[in-house]
């Protein structure tokens, strides 16, 4: 079932929360992985505002939806995702890698209220995804795993590793999201190590593949529920999205994937971005 008009504004304006949060906090630490939390923000959305199993009140609940974000750098998307549905208060978010916090850089399932997963050394999500989804299976569970990767992470031999395990044992309940930002730490995916067609790539290794834009809602909910109906093939969603994503001026900055705030001009951006999202989340309210 695709949106409604209701159901589609409450996670337009999610995904706004979600936004404004994520600038918000990693301004306030001082520098961060902007452009690779931002790139996420309309797939959190969709998650947490419409297509996963949760309860806030109760994050360890059985019957509940897991999400592994093995690219754990954009960590501060996921804690802005989870305090706008209510797993804990926002205010957190100000502590974000502070000494002491709940919410470290990258996500620890010890610490922070609806974590599944710790994650953040590269490629390892991957495994840990194809594992819950197998004890899952063996419980005899519906539930999903909706695992988000990095495209630049797809360097690690692991991932592919864990991709072909979960189109063996064809782990239906196992959405793997690509979230090809075509950008990492040193420059492009092309330049670094060439990532060729990934969609292809991923239907060689077994798997149903649907693509999406990045910042395009109704076409992440539909993917995803394409994914869903899918009984017999591992399943993947190509996410193509753009590093910065929502905010033109960190769209267009080089240097996007770890942002320092340590200049009068790109403060001044992040202030002009946050009263606007501020803005627009006010009349969205209204």
């Known amino acids: 079932m695709g949106m409604l008009t209701e159901e589609r504004q409450q996670v337009e304006l999610l995904a706004?929360?979600?936004?404004?949060?994520?600038?918000?906090?990693?301004?306030?630490?001082?520098?961060?992985?902007?452009?690779?939390?931002?790139?996420?923000?309309?797939?959190?959305?969709?998650?947490?505002?419409?297509?996963?199993?949760?309860?806030?009140?109760?994050?360890?609940?059985?019957?509940?939806?897991?999400?592994?974000?093995?690219?754990?750098?954009?960590?501060?998307?996921?804690?802005?995702?989870?305090?706008?549905?209510?797993?804990?208060?926002?205010?957190?978010?100000e502590t974000l890698n502070e000494g002491g916090t709940s919410l470290p850089s990258h996500p620890d399932r010890n610490k922070t209220p609806g974590i599944d997963a710790t994650t953040g050394s590269l490629g390892q999500g991957t495994s840990m995804a194809a594992g819950i989804a197998t004890g899952l299976r063996l419980s005899q569970s519906e539930n999903y795993v909706y695992l988000i990767?990095?495209?630049?992470?797809?360097?690690e031999g692991q991932c592919w590793e864990a991709f072909q395990y979960i189109a063996h044992a064809k782990l239906t309940?196992?959405?793997?999201?690509?979230?090809?930002?075509?950008?990492?730490?040193?420059?492009?995916?092309?330049?670094?190590?060439?990532?060729?067609?990934?969609?292809?790539?991923?239907?060689?290794f077994g798997f149903y593949v649907s693509k999406a834009k990045g910042a395009d809602?109704?076409?992440?909910?539909?993917?995803?529920?394409?994914?869903?109906?899918?009984?017999?093939?591992?399943?993947?969603?190509?996410?193509?999205s753009i590093k910065g994503q929502g905010i033109?001026?960190?769209?267009?900055?080089?240097?996007?994937?770890?942002?320092?705030?340590?200049?009068?001009?790109?403060?001044?951006?992040?202030?002009?971005?946050l009263a606007e999202l501020e803005r627009e989340i006010k009349e969205m309210e209204e």
């Open 16 to 93: 706004k929360k979600i936004r404004r949060d994520t600038l918000f906090a990693i301004k306030k630490m001082g520098q961060g992985h902007l452009g690779g939390s931002l790139s996420i923000v309309e797939l959190l959305a969709v998650l947490y505002g419409k297509q996963m199993t949760i309860n806030p009140k109760q994050p360890l609940w059985e019957n509940r939806d897991r999400l592994v974000l093995s690219k754990g750098h954009a960590g501060a998307a996921l804690y802005s995702a989870l305090a706008n549905t209510g797993f804990f208060d926002r205010e957190l978010l």
């Open 149 to 155: 990767v990095g495209d630049g992470e797809l360097n």
């Open 173 to 204: 309940h196992c959405i793997v999201i690509i979230d090809e930002n075509k950008k990492q730490l040193d420059g492009t995916t092309e330049e670094i190590l060439t990532p060729f067609d990934l969609a292809e790539k991923m239907k060689a």
């Open 217 to 240: 809602l109704l076409a992440i909910d539909q993917a995803i529920q394409q994914s869903k109906e899918i009984e017999d093939q591992a399943v993947c969603i190509i996410l193509d």
């Open 248 to 273: 033109p001026y960190f769209e267009e900055l080089a240097d996007n994937h770890s942002v320092k705030f340590n200049s009068e001009e790109v403060n001044q951006a992040a202030e002009r971005a």
